[in-house]
Each structure stands twice: as structure tokens, then as C-alpha cells.
């Protein structure tokens, strides 16, 4: 049977290393769970005690507004006003979506179409590249480096190289699963470049909250003419341990949002509305909670990287993101990242996220998820120390 749109789609590997990590359970096995990228730090308080009195209403129960109740809209313009020094329209320039995924994945309908053409950084989140593919336009990928003014070259030079003339750059920084990160000259060229090409920027600000050693991740839309051509997408899964609340907003050019919002009237009423009004209070009386969330994090990958220096696998410690982006330890790296993670499931009681998950340029590495303790960190080093005695 053909299903159109899916039938393109390549085998999810993750479920592979989800398969093993299930059965090894099942078996009786202590199994550690460092793949998916799912934040186990509960939810601010508030925001539990404000859902729960919203819920309670029954007013609260019917359709809300697909774009964002207006007290909503104007909490996100105060993040961005208080945070990045940004001042955002919240009836034109902000709208709500139902997590980061929904938001990016209809923003590219809105945008492109058959034999448009994207660039997109490789390895990827996979949605970036799918997205567009569901829309029906070509991928031309970018890939990675740990040097912005590599990158920025590699970006030029495949926008000047492609054709059709890519419509549309997808940036995500701190990048996931990379780790890179970048300064606010670097926005500034890309904005500038983006303004003489006439071309749109998507930047996914998933992990805006989490930076390391005193690294603060700057909003694209902080650099002069940024909303002439960006818009950026801000969620509440990471910043606020929201994962399962899917909130998140896309501010930036008024024009992008305005053509998201018709979009999204036909698709959606919008996020349930007790989650809206939690949402809201949240952004406004928990500035703190982000800070809190990212110190988890620090202490975490700190954990991660002095344990695994431990064991002979030394890792550059990432700036950002709730990830560490590893190459396979060179005596094991002929195994390809599928069957290195499956190893670990297996001879570890490790799992982790095959590189190659991320695209073809993730092949060569595995992704850490900061999403255990540190006491839990600590006994996966050790026993990726002991399953892997070709190290050191």
C-alpha cells in the first residue's frame, strides 16, 4: 500500500537500541539510559499548581486560540525583553505552538513546497530534516564543524552552489546532537548574509538556557535586521523540564508568524488552555527556574566527561545543549555507531544514541543524554570502563 509522504522514511535507528535496552530489562538487567534525550528534572512547582486550578475551571475546557492566549503572548515578549534584550510585538511578532516539533514541521509547509530547496546542518535533529522533506523540497545539507567561521564558509558556499537557490537555512544552536555552539557575531553574518540573498532563517532555540562555563547562548533576533528575514522557535521542554506540556513559541518577523497563525487556524485550536494559563505564570513568576535547570546539567556533564577521562575515552567538554556528542574510541569505530551502541546495551548495560541516527554525517559517534544522576552517571562510566577494554 502506498502512503505517500511515509514511505520514503528510513528505518528509525533509535528503535534498534530501544528494542535491546527493552529486552535487556525485561531480562532482569540494570540497563542506563543515556539516549533519548528526555528530561527527567520535574516540572516548576508552579506550574503543576496553576495547571491543576486552570483545569479545575470548567471555562478552561473549551477550544482556545491557536495562536496563544494574549496573556501568554505578552509572558514570552517579557522573556525575551528580560533575557536577550529583545522587544517583541506580542500581537504580531509572537505565537504559540504545540511544542517546538509542531511549530518548525507547519512552519515549513508555510514555506516551502515541491522543488523548493532548504539547507539544513548535518548530523541533524531529525525533524529539521524530514520537515522540509514533508513539504516536499529538497535537502541540501551543511555539515558541522566545532569552528563557526568554517561553518559559516560551508553555508555560504552551499547556498551559492545549490539550485534551485535554497528559499530557506535551518540553524539550531546550541546544536543538538553537536554540541556547537556560536557568538552573536556569527548571527550577525549569518543575518547579513541572509538579508542580501533574501533568503529565510529558522533558527530551533531548543537549548537557549543551557550553556557551560559561563556561555551564554544568544537569540538570533538580539543581532541588527535579524527580523527583516529570521524568526526563532523557543520552547519550554528543556529551559523548564516541560517536555510532556509541548509548549513552545515562534517569534520573530511579523509576516512569518502572521502566515503560521493562518496555517495553524485551519490545523489546531491551539495548546490546552489550562497549559496556556500554567505556561503563562510560569514565564512570569519562575525567571529562576531555567538557572536551576542548567546547573543540573553542568554538574551532570562535569560527571560525565571526568568519568569517561577515567576510562580512557576523552571527550571536549560541550558549552551547551543536555548532550555530549563522542567519537567512537578509534579501536572501535570500524563497528559503525548501530553496533557500537548495541554493544554497550548489551556488555554495558549502557544505552546510548547511534550517531548515524542523526544522518549520515553522525556515523562515528554516540550521543550522551544528561538525563540520569550523577551517582547513575558514575556507575555507566564504570561499566563502559569495564566493557570497553581496549581503551586507555
Not at 537555512?169 to 552573536?184: G, K, R
Not at 529558522?202 to 543551557?210: E, P, Q
Not at 575515552?313 to 555507531?337: C, H, K, L, N, V
Request: charge should be negative; include cysteine.
Amino acid at each position: 500500500m502506498d502512503f505517500r509522504r511515509i514511505n520514503g522514511l528510513p528505518p528509525y535507528v533509535f528503535t534498534i537500541i530501544d528494542s535491546l535496552k527493552i529486552e535487556a530489562r525485561r531480562a532482569g538487567e540494570d540497563v542506563i539510559d543515556l539516549g533519548f534525550g528526555n528530561p527527567d528534572l520535574p516540572s516548576p512547582e508552579i506550574a503543576v499548581e496553576k495547571l491543576v486550578e486552570a483545569a479545575r475551571n470548567s471555562r478552561n475546557h473549551r477550544y482556545s486560540s491557536s495562536r496563544g492566549i494574549p496573556k501568554l503572548r505578552e509572558a514570552v515578549a517579557g522573556l525575551y525583553d528580560r533575557r536577550f534584550g529583545v522587544t517583541l510585538d506580542p500581537e504580531t511578532e509572537v505565537i504559540n505552538t504545540i511544542g517546538a516539533k509542531e511549530g518548525f514541521s507547519h512552519l515549513m509547509w508555510v514555506l516551502l513546497q515541491a522543488g523548493d530547496s532548504v539547507l539544513v546542518p548535518a548530523p541533524s535533529y531529525p525533524i529539521h530534516l524530514f520537515a522540509p522533506l514533508f513539504a516536499g523540497a529538497n535537502v541540501r545539507e551543511m555539515p558541522v564543524t566545532n569552528d563557526q567561521d568554517t561553518f559559516l564558509e560551508t553555508l555560504q558556499d552551499r547556498f551559492e552552489y545549490s539550485w534551485p537557490r535554497p528559499r530557506v537555512i535551518v540553524l539550531s544552536f546550541p546544536h543538538n546532537p553537536t554540541t556547537m555552539c556560536v557568538d552573536l557575531d556569527f548571527m550577525q553574518k549569518v543575518v547579513d548574509f541572509a538579508r542580501e540573498k533574501e533568503v529565510i532563517l529558522v533558527h530551533d532555540f531548543a537549548y537557549a538556557d543551557l550553556g557551560y562555563d559561563g556561555y551564554l547562548p544568544p537569540s538570533i533576533l538580539e543581532v541588527e535586521g535579524a527580523k527583516d528575514v529570521a524568526v526563532e522557535l523557543y520552547s519550554m521542554t528543556k529551559s523548564y523540564s516541560m517536555a510532556g506540556w509541548r509548549v513552545a513559541y515562534m517569534v520573530g518577523n511579523a509576516e512569518i508568524v502572521a502566515a503560521l497563525q493562518k496555517l495553524k487556524s485551519y490545523l489546531d485550536y491551539g495548546t490546552f488552555q489550562p497549559v496556556q494559563i500554567a505556561a503563562t505564570v510560569t514565564l512570569n513568576e519562575a525567571p529562576e527556574y531555567p538557572d536551576e535547570a542548567r546547573a543540573v546539567y553542568e554538574s551532570r556533564r562535569n560527571t560525565l566527561i571526568d568519568g569517561l577521562a577515567r576510562i580512557g575515552w576523552d571527550i571536549e567538554p560541550p558549552r551547551g545543549t543536555m548532550f555530549t556528542w563522542a567519537p567512537i574510541p578509534e579501536q572501535y569505530r570500524e563497528m559503525g555507531s548501530v553496533e557500537f551502541a548495541s554493544m554497550l546495551v548489551r556488555d554495558a548495560n549502557v544505552a546510548l544514541s547511534p550517531g548515524v541516527g542523526f544522518g549520515p554525517g553522525g556515523e562515528g559517534h554516540v550521543r550522551f543524554a544528561l538525563i540520569e544522576n550523577e551517582q547513575r552517571i558514575n556507575q555507566a562510566t564504570r561499566n563502559l570502563g569495564r566493557a570497553l577494554t581496549r581503551l586507555g
